[in-house]
């Protein structure tokens, strides 16, 4: 079972919007909105949140955001409240990267830290991707000269490397031993970052260049290969 998610924000549109974002991302994952009052106005219910959280919880635990403090101090006394508190985390992260960045680790199979983790790292989201990026780049700068694999691709679909493609894209190299970017004119990203993608701006008729290095070098290049040629399945 994959690690479940809460948005608690003082808005209800904020939050649904937020939870309709995330589910083209990982469709796989729970993921429940807690926003607004019972009457519909601003600001934060417990009970809803209470609720929210009991939803999401699938035996792998549930991370919780928020967008305000006073929100915060709900999510947490509806963490406080359970019978086992260990088994949710409230994360501190900016709401709408924070939910991108921890959806997708949830649809991996990351664990509960890992998955907050996620959400954490997206706070300082560009420097975390250069990181990534230096990561990958290292690792591949170390890699045999046989396994580099390199390829040119025009972005056919319609949105380009935004949202649910980046997240497709990123999530078609779990379980893969190989360091892979994506570059988009002067830019270059992780592949494994959704946010680094993202952050390509590339968008339909754009050519990207892929490089990968490592054991499944040419396995990881073929997978957002046939990604790009059926334009994301869109």
Known sequence: MRVGLVVVSHSGALSDGVVELVGQMAPQVRVNTAGGTSDGGVGTDFEATSAALAAAETGSGVVLLYDLGSARMTAELAVESLAEPNTALVVDAPLVEGAVAAAVAAQNGDDLEAVARAAEQAAGAGGAEQSEQAAATSAAEGASVATRVERELTL???????????????????????????????????????????????????????????????????????????????
């Open 156 to 234: 056919e679909n319609e949105v380009g490397l935004h949202a649910r493609p980046a997240a497709l894209l990123a999530r078609s190299l779990t379980g893969l031993e190989a360091a892979v970017t994506v570059s988009s004119g002067e830019s270059t990203a992780d592949a494994r970052s959704v946010l680094g993608v993202m952050g390509l701006g590339a968008r339909k008729g754009d050519r990207i260049g892929l490089r990968a290095t490592g054991p499944d070098a040419e396995t990881a290049v073929q997978r957002i290969t046939e990604l790009v040629e059926h334009d994301f399945d869109e």
